[in-house]
């Protein structure tokens, strides 16, 4: 059976709604999804991820980060409406409203034409929006092609139109998925360069193994999380981004029988 435990909509800075990315996970032949948008669960909470063909898990990917690392960690069956939950999501849209502002001032100050009732618009919607936002704007406006091409040229870390923004620790992210009846996993340990086996001494349930950007270190990544005692999850990191693997919904996915541990802890939860 086919599973996808990470994937991004509308309600983040995925290109597809939820109503639209679960139609084409069933078309795929997936069976259970994960929709994990950047520090937000609005696709949740608003009813978008009712399906009677894919099974939809509750989650969500916050932000922290350890030392100059981004930490993402992956909350997985948690209680949408838990209040401190909303508080976090609430004050992570503001943040990333001025983080956004911020930029797209620094992208017309580095001489850029953006439409700025487009930007608007964005910041309307609810959810969270990111640097994945200006970048597709600025293809639109012809300056670029690709996504991948804008944050190499000015948006990584450090570069012009780049900014920082605070997040909360690792350990205050694992304690409200705690809070919120579910369980915290770090998303794809294999992008966190420096100061991984220090991150590693949290109290995580479980490690993304299985992800794009870990493909020929699966073996790697398994032996992390078996000596740490960890749950094994895995998923695509889909976005639907041009340029970025999986550009298909389906592209990448894992099998149950891989994370069965995970899925079996799941049941034992919501029994």
Do not use: W
Request: aromatic share 10%.
């Amino acid at each position: 059976m086919k599973v996808d435990l990470h994937m991004h909509t509308t309600c983040s800075d995925g290109v597809y709604t939820p109503q639209e990315l679960i139609r084409r996970a069933a078309q795929a032949n997936i069976r259970i999804l994960a929709i994990t948008d950047h520090d937000t669960v609005e696709a949740h909470v608003s009813g978008y991820t009712r399906s009677q063909e894919v099974e939809v898990i509750r989650a969500i990917e916050m932000s922290s980060r350890y030392g100059e690392e981004d930490v993402h960690i992956l909350g997985y069956d948690i209680d949408v409406r838990n209040q401190a939950l909303q508080s976090y999501c609430r004050d992570y849209s503001q943040r990333r409203k001025i983080r956004a502002r911020r930029m797209f001032q620094r992208c017309l100050d580095l001489g850029y034409t953006l439409d700025a009732q487009a930007f608007e618009a964005l910041l309307a919607k609810k959810g969270s929006v990111g640097r994945p936002h200006i970048a597709r704007l600025l293809i639109e406006k012809g300056y670029f092609t690709e996504v991948g091409e804008v944050f190499h040229a000015i948006l990584h870390r450090g570069a012009p139109a780049y900014v920082p923004y605070e997040r909360e620790s690792i350990a205050a992210c694992i304690q409200l998925i705690h809070q919120a009846g579910g369980m915290a996993v770090l998303a794809h340990p294999g992008l966190i360069a420096d100061g991984l086996e220090a991150v590693l001494q949290y109290p995580f349930d479980g490690m993304e193994v299985y992800h794009p950007k870990q493909r020929g270190y699966f073996d790697t990544y398994e032996k992390l999380a078996c000596g740490h005692h960890f749950l094994m999850t895995g998923g695509s990191d889909y976005h639907g981004t041009k340029g970025r693997f999986p550009e298909n919904v389906g592209g990448f996915t894992v099998e149950s029988g891989q994370i069965e541990a995970f899925l079996q802890a799941r049941q034992r939860s919501n029994a």
